[in-house]
């Protein structure tokens, strides 16, 4: 079993988005997972759970912040995918980062530490559309997915491998409260 730990955007805003992705039949990606920004990947969430009680601790101490998706932006011709505006996503990242504790192996395949960038993808080739479908998502998205929602982050969800390149929620971890 393989884990990862996500934020999911509002409800109607997550409908929103996995409306949109539809629109290509090529794109995969809703038959994968919800929308989400990732804030941990795979490496060191072992089928053990040994790194949860860490990753709960670590939620705990990490106060509630607000999170803004903002425009498209891609990763070459390959994925596309909505910005993220916040240093707390970061935060948080290396925090369970931290907790998880995965090889240097690990944090370099999953793109973790300082070559982690916050996005809530889109689309993207591995999960079947071509270039020109990213490169046309991108381009619609500006004014399809607009106006790109500001809300709270109160909790992480753990996502657990179903079966192969199907992920569902396993459990979601509040953070810490705002001191207010």
């Not at 929103?16 to 969430?45: C, Y």
Request: proline share 6%.
């Amino acid at each position: 079993m393989r884990y990862f730990i996500g934020i999911t955007p509002p409800d109607d805003y997550k409908e929103k988005i996995m409306t949109f992705r539809d629109r290509w039949s090529s794109n995969r990606l809703n038959d994968v997972v919800e929308p989400h920004i990732t804030v941990k990947a795979q490496g060191g969430l072992t089928a053990d759970l040994h790194w949860l009680e860490r990753v709960r601790q670590t939620c705990s101490l990490m106060q509630s912040f607000q999170l803004s998706l903002s425009d498209p932006g891609s990763f070459g011709s390959y994925v596309t995918f909505l910005s993220v505006d916040t240093s707390d996503v970061t935060e948080l990242h290396r925090r369970l980062v931290k907790a998880a504790s995965p090889s240097q192996e690990l944090i370099d395949r999953y793109f973790e530490m300082d070559k982690y960038h916050p996005h809530l993808t889109l689309g993207q080739t591995y999960w079947g559309m071509n270039e020109t479908e990213i490169q046309e998502m991108k381009r619609l998205a500006i004014n399809d997915l607009a106006p790109y929602p500001t809300f709270d982050v109160n909790y992480v969800r753990v996502y657990k491998e179903v079966e192969p390149n199907k992920y569902q929620p396993f459990v979601d971890i509040q953070l810490g409260s705002t001191n207010n």
